[in-house]
């Protein structure tokens, strides 16, 4: 019988200690596997000392006791003194003034959220020291040791000082107060608001925990297609709950608002931003927001977009309509992000269209607007040149937004890992100010001295266990913070950091997972939407190619209008023969792409009609190099896979098992992809697909007539 119980519990710890069902996601604290480094650790960290007493303290702490227990397998003690190989976390003020003097240079010049990680010998005591102005920062700082310890990385002689480049490091979440997410692909929101504000769920503080660890500070609760009802006072009671658990972690609560809200929930006739009563109504509500949510961060608005209302409705521009909510929060020190998502199919190409509204406004938004820019013209495309707005409104901060759900992305299925993604962004020269004006410096309000600047993510979180559904979601939604945070970092350290904490840190094991990630982007883009191709997506819920719709209830909703393939060729002209898009680039950047024998293949037909026989730089024709590209985005997958087969051993059977589904999904899709795609084009040039590939596996027809009625997200 004893013998039995021995076994179950061995078994249960066992157990235990193997189940990942990705739920800690990069903060999984498991015990240190290389013996040296262990013991260093367990030396050097032998207790602990957090003399502040703030809730951000005491998430400090309980940080501590979360992580330092699992990884160094003891109990460290808290002491309420600096004693020998004790780790200190505490603000300047609150340490010795021999201590403070000795750190003053270091940490004088960091930023309120920056902080100093440093070993240092005082008063004879070897400690190792976190330290900064405030205690949020010192939050930063331990999840940053923290980072270095999961990665099994020595700590013995440490100095690193940092501070975030970004000022608002922000997720949107587009969650319906229904809990439906929209383009959400991990289940249900995690916003319980039917039991909120009474039920606290502790994912709340897990999420607040991992959005801390990488420097995220902002949230925006509700999907920008807003309901008012968020606004009312219940509702605001539940999000003020959502608040009092994010607060401790430096984060702060925003909200969509709709723009006729005074219409919908405060009984006026209008919501016309130049109305008096529509201006007070607006005022009020600020008031009363602040007085339940002290810290609120403010509004996002999506307006005129899409069936959305906004000031245009009246006559009136988008910086009336910013600047009536600006208003309204400044007396708070709220903001206001205004998207500068806009289009209409009755205007010009859709690509020209936010520059045409927006452009003309620089200068209008009052100082506590930031305008909200997606990446590309068009829609989070899994290749876009970059937005020309982004160096084309130099008196106004501009906020980036990014996707991190990956509604165009293979959406929950798809492994890709989105940081090259976000470099390439970026890393792009404007030369809106001269060569270097890259976007970088632009959303971190360097090149035109904004002290306002933010980049955001709309969030790929829902209620699956492991947050994001696919386990590599969690890579995109960990690189947006260390991006925002640091936009000079690389997206290969980043994934190296995330693999190590998330997976482990056997080497064969990091670098075949690296390699995957970092090729996974570029895999994606070939068989989906090769050469420049884009937005030849399923309508309506955009999952599979589709690049033969033409009938959507919008020109600009088909495929069709982006691709123009005809007999005689394929892409869209956006030089001076065509729409002229490329006009709203800076010639030094314009230059890069309007000439179609010199222009970068990855865009040539996102600005070029070109013929079918076009010569490519490899030598092939246009049409046979689309047809490589195809397959070659299908061998990347298959490449994926065997990659991952290769490290069975080295991971759990759950989330081992788990991904190689997914990839079983993605090469299905993306043999889907490329067959599909082709045999629409050759049904519209008139040409075979090359001998040497394989020929589609089904007719033309057979990709026009399946459906997804329930496709996820719509
Ligand atoms: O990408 C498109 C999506 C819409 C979304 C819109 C936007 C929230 O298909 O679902 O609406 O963009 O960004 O506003």
Avoid at 353 to 369: R, S, V
Avoid at 688 to 706: G, I, K, S, T
């Amino acid at each position: 019988m004893k013998k039995a119980l021995l076994i179950l519990f061995i078994f249960l710890c066992y157990h235990h200690a193997q189940a990942e069902d990705g739920y800690h996601a990069w903060l999984r604290y498991t015990p240190i596997s290389q013996p040296a480094i262990l013991s260093a650790y367990r030396s050097q960290l032998a207790s602990c000392y957090v003399p502040g007493k703030s809730p951000t303290d005491t998430a400090i702490r309980n940080e501590l006791k979360l992580a330092l227990p699992g990884m160094l397998q003891q109990s460290v003690s808290e002491t309420n003194s600096i004693q020998n190989h004790t780790l200190v976390c505490a603000r300047m003020q609150l340490l010795p003034t021999g201590l403070q003097q000795q750190l003053s240079s270091l940490v004088q010049p960091l930023d309120s959220n920056g902080y100093l990680l440093k070993t240092i010998s005082y008063a004879g005591k070897n400690i190792t020291i976190i330290t900064a102005k405030s205690d949020i920062a010192i939050l930063y700082g331990t999840f940053a040791l923290l980072r270095i310890m999961q990665q099994q990385q020595p700590i013995s002689n440490l100095q690193q000082q940092s501070s975030p480049t970004v000022k608002l490091r922000l997720l949107n979440h587009w969650d319906n107060l229904t809990r439906y997410v929209e383009r959400g692909y991990a289940g249900i929101s995690i916003w319980n608001w039917h039991t909120l504000p009474t039920y606290i769920d502790p994912r709340y503080t897990d999420y607040a925990r991992l959005n801390a660890s990488i420097g995220i500070n902002g949230t925006v609760l509700n999907n920008v297609n807003a309901s008012a009802t968020i606004l009312t006072r219940p509702w605001l009671l539940k999000v003020a709950a959502i608040a009092n658990v994010l607060r401790p972690y430096g984060i702060k609560v925003y909200l969509s608002a709709r723009f006729s809200a005074p219409i919908e929930i405060g009984g006026l006739h209008t919501a016309d931003p130049l109305n008096d009563s529509v201006r007070t109504w607006w005022q009020q509500k600020a008031k009363e927001i602040y007085t339940i949510i002290p810290d609120f961060g403010g509004f996002l608005v999506k307006a005129n977009s899409e069936g959305q209302p906004g000031p245009q409705s009246y006559g009136r521009t988008h910086a009336d309509g910013a600047n009536l909510l600006a208003d309204a929060l400044a007396p708070y020190s709220g903001i206001v992000m205004w998207r500068a998502f806009v289009y209409n199919p009755e205007a010009s190409d859709r690509f020209k269209q936010a520059y045409e509204e927006f452009t003309p406004l620089d200068g209008k938004f009052h100082n506590n607007i930031l305008v909200q820019v997606k990446n590309g013209p068009v829609d989070f495309q899994p290749r876009e040149p970059i937005s020309p707005l982004l160096g084309a409104m130099p008196k106004t901060p501009l906020l980036l937004e990014y996707q991190l759900t990956q509604e165009y992305l293979g959406q929950g299925t798809h492994l890709v890992y989105e940081a090259p993604l976000f470099k390439e962004v970026l890393e792009t020269d404007t030369y809106a100010n001269g060569k270097n004006s890259t976007v970088a410096s632009i959303v971190d309000g360097e090149l035109y001295h904004h002290t306002l600047s933010g980049i955001t993510g709309v969030s790929n979180i829902g209620n699956e266990r492991n947050w994001t559904n696919h386990p590599f979601g969690q890579a995109n939604w960990y690189a947006l913070g260390r991006l925002a945070w640091n936009p000079q970092l690389h997206a290969d350290s980043i994934a190296t950091e995330w693999i190590r904490q998330t997976f482990g840190c056997n080497p064969q094991l990091v670098n075949t997972i690296q390699q995957m990630m970092l090729q996974s982007r570029e895999t994606v883009v070939q068989y989906m939407t090769p050469l420049g191709l884009h937005h030849i997506m399923g309508n309506g819920h955009h999952y599979g190619p589709a690049p033969w719709s033409n009938h959507a209830p919008r020109p600009d909703w088909d495929p069709v209008y982006y691709h123009k393939a005809d007999r005689y060729g394929i892409g869209f002209d956006r030089t001076a023969t065509g729409s002229n898009a490329l006009a709203q680039y800076q010639p030094a950047l314009a230059q890069h792409y309007s000439d179609s024998s010199t222009c970068d293949p990855h865009f040539l037909l996102w600005f070029h009609h070109v013929s079918w026989q076009h010569k490519m730089p490899s030598g092939k024709t246009l049409w046979d190099e689309l047809c490589y590209q195809y397959n070659a985005g299908v061998k990347g997958i298959e490449q994926m896979q065997q990659q991952w087969t290769s490290i069975a051993g080295f991971i759990d059977k759950e989330r081992f098992h788990q991904v190689s589904m997914l990839l079983d999904i993605q090469h299905q899709e993306a043999i889907w992809w490329r067959d599909a795609c082709l045999a629409y084009f050759s049904s519209v040039n008139k040409l075979p697909v090359p001998a040497q590939y394989p020929m589609p596996a089904h007719n033309l027809e057979y990709y026009q007539q399946l459906k997804f009625p329930f496709a996820p997200g719509n």
